[in-house]
């Protein structure tokens, strides 16, 4: 028994449970004191659908929560300088974040430690180098200009360089010597005397 107010994916519970035909197909419902809940394809997709949104904006707004609004200061000036010195340093629990976008405690002590820092009058580079006195250069997410990252980023072009000039001279090589040299006169009459 089909409503005409109902999709044609749902039908009567009456419909499900009567006998059917060899040829027919039988539909999935079921009905609660809500209403008819759709086990159809079709409808499974759409309850997929909507799970799938309601679980990406529920995950993609974790990193809302990292920052307290117990942090911030009041001066807006130095409360702007605090957010642009904590972007730039990666919580150590994370690794992948900056502690501006992390919510783990040591994250949380950083950006306490930079507006304590910034409240005593320091300044930015004195701040940063402090932070990096005590945890190392991996704090920063963008590393300094220095010997140590001039080696770690020239050595892949530097491999590829001598990578390029090793198959280049292997390749020469090979040229040269699959042309040959060419026989003098006396080998050659040596060779057809041999012959015949």
């Known amino acids: 028994m089909m409503r005409p107010d109902l999709p044609s ?19 999935f419902t079921a009905q609660t004191r809500r209403g ?9 997709r759409k309850v997929f659908y909507t799970f799938a949104v309601l679980f990406t ?6 990193p809302a929560f990292a920052f307290n609004p117990d942090e911030v200061l009041s001066d807006p000036a130095l409360e702007a300088r ?11 629990v994370c690794q992948n974040q900056s502690i501006d976008d992390s919510n783990a405690e040591l994250a ?12 005593q009058g320091d300044s930015d580079e004195a701040v940063i180098n402090y932070v990096v006195s005590r945890y190392g250069e991996f704090v920063l997410l963008k590393p300094r200009f220095s010997a140590r990252t001039i080696a770690l980023w020239g050595a892949p072009v530097v491999l590829i360089l ?11 090589r090979r040229v040269a010597v699959s042309e040959g040299q060419k026989l003098t006169v006396d080998e050659e009459a040596r060779i ?4 015949g």
């Open 9 to 27: 994916f749902l039908c009567l519970s009456q419909e499900s449970s009567s006998s059917k035909s060899l040829g027919e197909k039988e539909s």
């Open 36 to 44: 008819w809940i759709p086990v159809t394809s079709t409808g499974m």
């Open 57 to 62: 904006l529920l995950f993609t707004s974790i």
């Open 82 to 92: 605090a957010r642009a010195l904590t972007v730039q340093l990666r919580c150590m």
């Open 108 to 119: 949380r002590d950083l950006r306490v430690l930079v507006r304590e820092r910034l409240t």
């Open 162 to 172: 001598i990578g390029a000039t090793a198959i280049f001279v292997f390749a020469r």
């Open 192 to 195: 057809r005397d041999l012959l």
